[in-house]
């Protein structure tokens, strides 16, 4: 019960079709022993028939012939009648003793004389015949098959005295004793036997059966071994699975913990550089301020200041909550974040000496989306910087575009500059479709740290807005294609 028990529990499932499957393995098996046995137990058979020809039957055909012998050499001078029936007596004890036998269903002695085969079945005609040379008088009607076989071999038999004997397709013995009373030969001794085998092979198939019965017992319990065997290896394999599992599992926790610190490292650095500078234009503008602009410096300072509390807000968080990023709370204007940035951040750092210059083409139908600004601030400022940072050495314009497309209910954002373009190879594409510009530390620049400018701004337009961001290459220059999906509010 206690085994029962374990299989129930244990944590491998011993299926019904694994018992099925057992029995069909038990059952061919059954099948092809059984077919071997009948097949085996046929060739047995048959051996033991040849055995029987040349061991049994001769031998029952030789003594009898022998005793027919032993028996004529007693002739006796002028024997009494009651002398003469004793010995016609034993001959028929010898005749029908031999057809007594189950075996044995007739038996004669063919003799061949003036051209033509006489048979002698009973004691009497022996009597006359050989110790009296009397004729044959009672003509024995025997099977034609001995008549037809001894005068085929007759010659053969006298030639060297051997016994011949045959099988014909009942399975019936024929054996041909030469017959050689006084040392001369007179003819043979004939018996048609049919050994009964049926015991026999009673025998061997109860013997075959209870083999086969053996072997599918030992298969049995040698397929329950196996299965006990194996459970508890399966046992064994689950538990060093399981604690496998659970190290990978802590190994990629880890993994997604360090990647998402060295992300908001990363994130933070940017933001703490670009918070660095935006303070100082806090202080610009505290220091220009006056009756006459105090309305402009509410404007300007308020969204400088909300952007640096996007920073310190962002310094909490891994991976800050979605409704910080987005929700119907927010209404913002993309074409008023880009005219911003251009005009109090990038203009602001510009000077005369620097070789770029921006033109707009906004689309006046534009809705509000419901984004934080601050978050669409932190995903535009790194695509337009990039433009700017890639093309130092010549005078590029820098296009920015926004389109709302209707029919295709999106938004579309794209900044385009007609400098140098976006090397080919980073515009490839990985197994999972991201091209490696977006990728983190792909980039154009021989510095440390470089590549962290697309590969935020792609992050947060993605996980944050859920928007798709894309980069390709103009005749002259580059472009960045921001789609933005919009149904309405």
Avoid at 245 to 274: C, D, S, Y
Avoid at 281 to 291: T, W
């Amino acid at each position: 019960m206690k085994i029962f028990e374990k299989i129930k529990n244990h944590t491998y499932n011993f299926e019904i079709k694994h018992f099925i499957t057992l029995f069909a393995v038990i059952l061919v098996f059954q099948v092809v022993v059984g077919y071997l046995n009948k097949y085996s137990s046929r060739n047995l058979i048959s051996q033991t028939r040849q055995l029987y020809k040349r061991d049994a039957a001769e031998r029952v055909g030789n003594l009898t012939t022998n005793s027919f012998e032993l028996l004529l050499e007693q002739k006796l001078l002028d024997p009494k009648e009651e002398e003469k029936l004793q010995i016609i007596r034993a001959f028929n004890i010898l005749f029908s003793q031999q057809l007594l036998q189950n075996n044995i269903q007739e038996i004669c002695l063919l003799i061949s004389k003036n051209d033509k085969i006489n048979a002698i079945d009973n004691g009497r005609d022996l009597y006359h015949y050989f110790l009296e040379d009397q004729p044959i008088k009672n003509q024995y009607e025997f099977v034609s098959f001995s008549e037809d076989r001894y005068s085929r071999i007759e010659q053969k038999i006298r030639d060297n005295e051997r016994i011949y004997s045959f099988v014909d397709e009942d399975n019936s013995f024929h054996v041909f004793v030469p017959f050689v009373p006084r040392g001369e030969l007179e003819g043979v001794v004939y018996l048609n036997m049919r050994p009964s085998l049926k015991s026999l092979n009673k025998a061997i198939t109860f013997s075959y059966r209870e083999i086969n019965a053996v072997f599918t017992i030992l298969i049995l319990f040698g397929l329950l071994a196996m299965f006990y065997i194996t459970s508890y290896t399966i046992e064994d394999r689950d538990l060093a699975r399981e604690k496998l599992f659970k190290m990978r599992e802590e190994k990629i926790k880890n993994q997604v913990a360090n990647e998402k610190e060295a992300l908001f490292t990363k994130r933070i650095h940017h933001a703490h550089h670009k918070a660095e500078k935006i303070m100082g234009f806090i202080r610009e503008e505290i220091n220009s301020l006056s009756k006459d602009n105090i309305k402009k410096f509410k404007y300007i300072t308020s969204k400088y200041t909300s952007f640096v509390s996007r920073v310190i807000y962002n310094m909490k968080w891994h991976d800050s909550p979605i409704h910080a990023s987005r929700g119907v709370l927010f209404r913002s204007d993309i074409n008023e974040v880009l005219m911003f940035l251009v005009k109090h951040v990038f203009k602001r750092t510009s000077s005369p000496q620097q070789n770029y210059s921006f033109e707009f083409d906004l689309d006046d139908d534009l809705p509000k989306i419901s984004v934080n600004e601050y978050v669409m601030w932190e995903s535009f400022e790194p695509l337009i910087n990039n433009a700017i940072d890639h093309n130092r050495d010549r005078n590029i314009n820098i296009l920015i575009k926004t389109n709302y497309l209707l029919d295709d209910q999106e938004i579309r954002v794209i900044i385009q500059d007609d400098g140098d373009g976006i090397r080919e190879d980073l515009l490839e594409e990985n197994e999972d479709g991201v091209k490696k510009l977006f990728l983190e530390k792909f980039t154009e620049k021989d510095t440390d740290n470089a590549g962290y400018g697309c590969y935020i701004a792609y992050h947060i337009a993605r996980k944050k807005c859920g928007w798709n961001i894309d980069a390709e290459n103009l005749e002259e220059g580059c472009r960045f294609i921001i789609t933005i999906p919009y149904q309405g509010v």
